[in-house]
């Protein structure tokens, strides 16, 4: 068949769209923009997200581990140059070399803008409901931060069941494998939590007043000055956009080696079947990850 014009990236969007916006259109998003959140707030804040990137970190691991990449390169002229797996570890490399530089620019923010981020790692796992507002208990967990931590820990993706010595680019039939597109769920979880990172931060800076002075943040500038500006760039947009432009292409090579109308639904709904659930349960996650202010 001829190519198929379907997004799985874009479906998940529009389908939840309003459990997209709650995710990415918090109180706490809005105060960040207009300069409202206090030092203390944001530093808690930032403690968690530090968290969330080392639940990030071992996650991509365990995908990197699980890739079989290809041991013999693609013939010229196949689309994207390479593999669809060895595209995917490309990202997750970067994806980590990323949040690392993340993580240090956390540490010299806080720093230099007397956050009074607290790094303890003992922080109880699920916190009070006082604890997730303005003045709660500086050392415990978001809610959004054990749902997230619990997701990616949850992320398995199949061994490999024998060396991909051939040189298709990719995954329908070409390996060894209980089930098509392997990575998928993994994949899906990593474009979902950097996507609603993303547009939330870009809603956020669509929200700045215009004319505010940065040093009268009650944060002294810090997000508006170094955060903000990072979180919502179009190097970040473009990185983010790579990862859904590999999953809608990957599930296109899917639907385009099949025959007929039925078995391509009956494709999607296996598709869709493995993926929806746990991207309602990430932008639950996401929603509960920004702390409630007053």
Known sequence: MG???????E?????????????????????????RL???????????????????IKAAGKILASIDLPQTPLPPGTPGGEATETQLVDWLIEALVAVRKEERLFIDVAERYELGVQWEQDQPQIPAPESRGAGGNSNAKLVGLTMIEDIFGAIQLPG????????VNTLAGARATPTLLPFLEGA??????????LDAWSWAKSKEPLARNLSEDADGGALRREFIPNWSSLAFSQFVGRLGSLIDSAVSQVLEGVADESEISARKEEILARVEGKWKSLLAAEAAFWPQVE
Do not use: M
Request: with cysteine; net charge positive.
């Open 3 to 9: 190519p198929i014009k379907w997004s799985l990236t």
């Open 11 to 35: 479906h998940l969007l529009s389908t939840y769209a309003d459990e997209h916006a709650r995710a990415t259109q918090h109180p706490f998003l809005l105060a960040a923009a207009e300069g």
């Open 38 to 56: 206090p030092k203390s707030v944001l530093g808690r804040w930032l403690a968690n997200d530090r968290l969330y990137i080392h639940a990030y």
């Open 160 to 167: 490999a069941a024998g060396k991909n010595t051939g040189t």
């Open 188 to 197: 899906v979880t990593f474009w979902g939590t950097e996507r609603c990172y």
